[in-house]
């Protein structure tokens, strides 16, 4: 079993930043995918950062492209979501997620975290 735990999440002003932090526990390893997905109000849930681990390659969703980074501390089995120049559509609950990397950049996500609010105003 693992547990994923979110934290970081805030109310901040456009064109503010933040940095989300999801600290796990249990059954991982360096080889697992750990990423950051989030649901706006209203939508579906959509990927925001991905972090793959068997090969270190990271991915992003177009719209957060540029602004946002992704790092993992295998060590601490921690990731990372660091936000800048954050705009109000990025405004939704932020889930960090860890699964199995079934290769190249293929994940199978067994395990979800709480969420952790992001607010971001105009």
């Known amino acids: 079993q693992v547990q994923l735990v979110e934290s970081g999440g805030d109310s901040v002003q456009a064109g503010g930043s933040l940095k989300l932090t999801c600290e796990a526990s249990?059954?991982?390893?360096?080889?697992?995918?750990m990423g950051w997905f989030r649901r706006p109000p209203g939508k579906e849930r959509e990927v925001v950062a991905i972090a793959y681990g068997d090969h270190g390659n990271t991915s992003f969703a177009g719209s957060v492209k540029g602004r946002f980074s992704i790092s993992r501390d295998n060590a601490e089995r921690s990731v990372i979501l660091q936000m800048s120049s954050l705009k109000p559509e990025d405004t939704a609950m932020y889930y960090c997620?860890?699964?199995?990397?079934?290769?190249?950049?293929?994940?199978?996500?067994?395990?979800w975290g709480q969420g952790t609010q992001v607010t971001v105003s105009s």
């Open positions: 997620a860890a699964g199995i990397s079934l290769g190249g950049t293929s994940c199978r996500w067994n395990y």
């Open positions: 249990g059954n991982i390893d360096s080889r697992d995918c």
